[in-house]
């Protein structure tokens, strides 16, 4: 596959990088874990294959053997040589064929999963590239013009798969809620706050990256006179510096962090959350452990038994 463009940020993601966290190496992994499963469905690939992860704008990409392909995630009105490329679907390419994605038109990321897997070495025990520290993935970078990249796939047979409609996303940029659970420093924060937090609505501001999501809204206070060491984080941990804005870590987000953790993003809604523009905006909801426990349960075991 040959890049003759490479997007505002494309780079190889698969299902992440675990079991470093203690050497300070993050995750890593698709922004869009939910996207990236429906994508290797569709080519009957595992669901923590690589795929192609783009955002904002896609890029173009010329195959040179045929391959089986499907997009997911957020529609930036893909063409196959000229022609209107259907999302959640499979689709079968040629040798020649010519797929370009433009601007995003709902939603911020889209995933080009292909039948097989990339002709890379994986490094610590994943594809995924944590551009960060310039490793992993190709080059350990975003891909560019005149990149080209093997993707292994001997014997490809399209299983001609659509995902059924009630299974795709619908994006919003307003009115999105988002689900948390309570942070070990949650019962530090004023009472105030406390109080007011599920009424709050902030917005994504536009330094938001794979690191974290800034959120932008009204000011959060801890408790006077708090303060606390540096201490293990995950995606989806919430952080609150000191100028009360939050911040929510994400999959290339650092694995420890000094700033109070008031609350985590439970794992089903992080893909959702990543998908928000900036500018756009969200509300959260408290649920306890439980709940979000039963909710990774059935997106786990339910959702791509199709």
Not at 13 to 23: C, T
Not at 50 to 76: H, N, Q, Y
Not at 275 to 287: A, H, K, N, T
């Amino acid at each position: 596959m040959q890049i003759i463009k490479g997007g505002l940020l494309t780079t190889i993601q698969d299902g992440g990088r675990f079991g470093y966290r203690n050497l300070g190496i993050p995750q890593s992994g698709t922004m869009d874990a939910r996207a990236r499963k429906q994508a290797n469905w569709l080519v009957d690939n595992s669901q923590d294959a690589p795929v192609l992860e783009c955002s904002f704008w896609g890029g173009i990409f010329r195959f040179d053997k045929r391959k089986i392909i499907a997009l997911t995630g957020a529609d930036m009105n893909a063409r196959l040589n000229g022609e209107p490329c259907e999302m959640y679907r499979s689709h079968e390419v040629k040798p020649g064929d010519v797929l370009t994605l433009g601007y995003v038109s709902a939603g911020t990321r889209t995933y080009i999963a292909l039948q097989g897997r990339p002709d890379i070495e994986v490094f610590m025990g994943s594809f995924s590239t944590y551009t960060a520290s310039q490793f992993g993935g190709f080059k350990g970078r975003a891909l560019i013009a005149g990149d080209s990249i093997g993707w292994e796939s001997k014997h490809p047979k399209n299983p001609n798969r659509v995902l059924p409609e009630y299974l795709r996303p619908h994006f919003s940029t307003e009115k999105n809620i988002i689900r948390i659970v309570r942070g070990p420093e949650w019962e530090m924060l004023s009472a105030a706050s406390q109080q007011s937090f599920e009424k709050l609505s902030y917005e994504i501001h536009r330094d938001s990256n794979r690191m974290g999501i800034r959120l932008v809204g009204e000011k959060m206070e801890m408790k006077e006179g708090f303060s606390m060491v540096s201490s293990a984080t995950l995606p989806g941990t919430m952080q609150l510096p000191s100028n009360g804005q939050p911040i929510v870590l994400m999959y290339d987000g650092q694995t420890t962090g000094g700033y109070p953790r008031i609350g985590k993003v439970i794992e089903v809604d992080l893909g959702r959350l990543a998908q928000i523009p900036p500018q756009g905006s969200l509300r959260f909801r408290i649920v306890d452990e439980g709940d979000a426990r039963e909710l990774f349960l059935y997106e786990n075991k339910k959702r791509f038994t199709i």
